[in-house]
T-cell receptor, first 113, second 111 residues
Framework: KAGVTQTPRYLIKTRGQQVTLSCSPI?????VSWYQQTPGQGLQFLFE???????NKGNFPGRFSGRQFSNSRSEMNVSTLELGDSALYLC????????????FGQGTRLTVV | DAKTTQPPSMDCAEGRAANLPCNHS???????VYWYRQIHSQGPQYIIH?????ETNEMASLIITEDRKSSTLILPHATLRDTAVYYC????????????WGAGTKLIIKP
């Protein structure tokens, strides 16, 4: 069974630009959660999608948004990038909404310059 | 804030058992204890979880005290590949509450 796939693995963007990250969950998993990981703040929850609907949201500004498609694939978008958005963005998939047995992808390393 | 307290770092000799403690004194009756680990530059990996009984799988054992206020993750025969940050998380399953990750324990396995 293929694991969680995140693309791209690495990304460099300029302040003010926007970026879209992609996550393909494990086949059969319907929940996708996104996390931001930085050295200073650790792992922080962004949002969770289940059946194409956002079910849970962390404490991030509206510049961070996401969506989920009918095949459970998910995208995360960050607009008007700031230097502080540089981080490892992790996607996790699980069978059910709120299921804590989550399987994580390798992450996308975003650098904003 | 994370509902768990873990030591920031620990060392263990290769081949020995690694015992990682976690305090969760405010745990509620329906909250499970979950353990994840994150090897450098990779996404976190689920290890094990439990409610009140001790649990064992192919990766580790989880020992939860009778009052459920603390637990210990045991890696029975640590290898160099077990060097990672280990996170202890408590949460009710299938709830709408997000996973709250603390700083974890940096476990270094030494040859």
């Amino acid at each position: 069974k293929a694991g969680v796939t995140q693309t791209p693995r690495y990304l460099i963007k300029t302040r003010g630009q926007q970026v879209t990250l992609s996550c393909s969950p494990i086949s059969g998993h319907r929940s996708v959660s996104w996390y931001q990981q930085t050295p200073g703040q650790g792992l922080q929850f962004l949002f969770e999608y289940f059946s194409e609907t956002q079910r849970n949201k962390g404490n991030f500004p509206g510049r961070f948004s996401g969506r989920q498609f009918s095949n459970s694939r998910s995208e995360m978008n960050v607009s008007t990038l700031e230097l502080g958005d540089s981080a490892l963005y992790l996607c996790a998939s699980s069978l059910r909404q709120g299921n804590t047995e989550a399987f994580f992808g390798q992450g996308t390393r975003l650098t904003v310059v | 804030d994370a509902k768990t307290t873990q030591p920031p770092s620990m060392d263990c000799a290769e081949g020995r058992a690694a015992n990682l403690p976690c305090n969760h004194s405010t745990i509620s009756g329906n909250e499970y204890v979950y353990w994840y680990r994150q090897i450098h530059s990779q996404g976190p990996q689920y290890i094990i979880h439990g409610l009140k009984n001790n649990e064992t799988n192919e990766m580790a054992s989880l020992i939860i005290t009778e009052d459920r206020k603390s637990s210990t993750l045991i890696l029975p025969h640590a290898t160099l590949r077990d060097t990672a940050v280990y996170y202890c998380i408590v949460r009710a399953p299938d709830s709408n509450y997000q996973l709250i990750w603390g700083a974890g324990t940096k476990l270094i396995i030494k040859p």
